[in-house]
């Protein structure tokens, strides 16, 4: 009898709770289901960021994707008419890649991935173009038109139709009608009158064609039929931000000359391929250069970003590639 209520009260006993190897192993599944919970957790909350990170990024550049379709659009474009002669007085017009140009034809410029600018080398700092990025250069007239509504060609001197056209004194300017364009610098503004004077960033005075800056000759741009606008000329490329990663910038031209603008974070590549008018498919920068009157004859443009988000997931970071073409519209009409 005594040996019956022993044992009843030993197995009450252990009934009674867990031995201590029993919580020692109940503790460690526990923790190990907690790890794995925390390691979901942790790696969700990344993906999550550098997912965020990286659609802000696609955002900016989708931004910036429209005012580059927008340049390319207007490129070549004037108020006048398409292809015209273009009388360019500008000083150093070889050296200042807005002023180089002699054809609305060339108002179109590509380079490859090793072709630097004329102007500038490659560069690794802040705002300086990265080796093996393609470039896009793009010139065309401004929105903002006036009518010349008379021109004084001894005084150097546009009289305009309005006084609220936006022109200040340095900017670059173009005149045109239905025979010839001509680019130069606005030596004075005042009211409505914009003056040519040769000097301040102009070689010549003149105007006319032939030019060039020891043979100038003189043209008047007649009223009612003449118009001048800002000149619009931008540059796109890929540049180190000096924030440890890489941006499109846009190199635009303004009274003071061209200023470089960060215009999208994360972009860390950009290729641009062109379609000629006599052509079958896209080709590089190399190839329009090759070919004969290459950049007056291409009517679409074809961009791809590649964007990368600042967070890594895994072994590396994220990135997308965004893909555009945009038509020439002036080139298609």
């Given amino acids: 009898m005594n040996n019956r209520r022993l044992s009843s009260l030993r197995s009450y006993r252990r009934a009674d709770g867990l031995t201590l190897v029993e919580m ?54 004037n108020p006048c008419v398409n292809n015209l002669p273009v009388a360019n007085v500008l000083t150093n017009s070889a ?10 034809g060339a108002s179109v410029r590509g380079y490859g991935a090793t072709e630097a600018f004329p102007d500038a080398a490659f560069g690794t700092t802040a705002g300086a173009r990265l080796t093996g990025t393609d470039a896009i ?20 001197q546009f009289t305009l139709n309005t006084t609220t056209h936006g022109f200040v004194a340095g900017d670059y300017m173009m005149a045109c009608n239905s025979r ?25 005075s003149g105007l006319g064609l032939p030019m060039t800056c020891s043979n100038t000759s003189v043209y008047e741009f007649a009223a009612p039929n003449s118009v001048m606008v800002k000149l619009h000329s931008t540059r796109w490329y890929i540049a ?35 379609l000629m008018r006599t052509g079958t498919g896209y080709v590089t920068a190399a190839d329009v250069n090759s070919a ?42």
């Fill in 137 to 156: 250069q793009l010139i065309s007239g401004d929105d903002t038109v006036a009518t010349i509504s008379g021109h004084n060609t001894s005084g150097q």
């Fill in 180 to 204: 010839q364009a001509s680019v130069f610098r606005a030596s004075a503004v005042s009211g409505n009158t914009v003056s040519h004077a040769a000097g301040g960033g102009n070689c010549a």
């Fill in 240 to 274: 180190n931000n000096g924030r440890g990663s890489r941006s499109l910038y846009q190199s635009r031209l303004t009274a003071i000359g061209a200023q470089n603008q960060e215009v999208a974070e994360g972009v860390q590549n950009m290729q641009v391929f062109y």
């Fill in 24 to 77: 020692l192993i109940a503790m460690v599944l526990g923790l190990m289901v907690v790890g794995v919970a925390i390691g979901i957790f942790l790696s969700n909350k990344q993906t999550y960021r550098a997912t965020e990170t990286l659609g802000r990024v696609q955002e900016n550049a989708r931004t910036a994707f429209e005012l580059m379709a927008r340049d390319i659009r207007e490129a070549g474009g």
């Fill in 292 to 333: 004969a009157n290459g950049w007056s004859n291409v009517i679409a443009a074809r961009v791809e970003l590649t964007l990368q988000g600042d967070n890594v997931v895994g072994s590396g970071t994220p990135q997308r590639e965004m893909i555009q073409i945009t038509s020439l519209r002036n080139r298609n009409s």
């Fill in 95 to 104: 050296g200042n890649w807005w002023s180089n140009l002699t054809s609305w």
